[in-house]
């Protein structure tokens, strides 16, 4: 009995991740890989293996973009990676969130 309280509280889905996801507000700036045009959105969460983000485009699932995630103060460098998308949701008024895994962080 217990044990089907917690499996359906998400505070335990959250306890089972490798990472945790942490709230992280910043801008981000993106291109699909293999084209030029940049897009821009700011990020939801970020963990040790993935990110999400808002933006204005639609990205299918499993398309690789390059990515970078600007902290808000300048001392901190910003997160250059390549990512994987695994899931784009539409959220009304042309908006969609992505959410992708960090594959490569480039240096």
Same mark, same amino acid.
Do not use: W, Y
């Given at each position: @009995? @217990? ?18 996801? @942490?709230? /992280? ?9 293999? *084209? ?12 040790? *293996?993935?990110?999400?983000?808002? *933006?204005?485009?639609?990205?299918? /699932? %499993?398309? &690789? ?17 390549? &990512? ?5 949701? %539409? ?7 992505? %959410? %992708?895994?960090?594959? *490569?962080?480039?240096?």
């Amino acid at each position: @009995m @217990m044990e089907s309280v917690l499996s359906n509280d998400s505070r335990f889905f959250d306890e089972r991740r490798g990472f945790k996801r @942490m709230d /992280a507000e910043c801008k981000v700036v993106f291109r699909v890989t293999g *084209t030029e045009k940049l897009h821009r959105g700011i990020s939801k969460d970020l963990s040790g *293996t993935g990110v999400s983000f808002e *933006t204005d485009i639609d990205i299918e /699932a %499993a398309q &690789a973009i390059d990515i970078s995630i600007q902290p808000e103060l300048n001392s901190i460098q910003p997160l250059n990676a390549i &990512a994987e998308v695994i899931r784009c949701s %539409a959220i009304g008024g042309g908006r969609f969130v992505i %959410a %992708a895994v960090i594959k *490569t962080v480039n240096r």
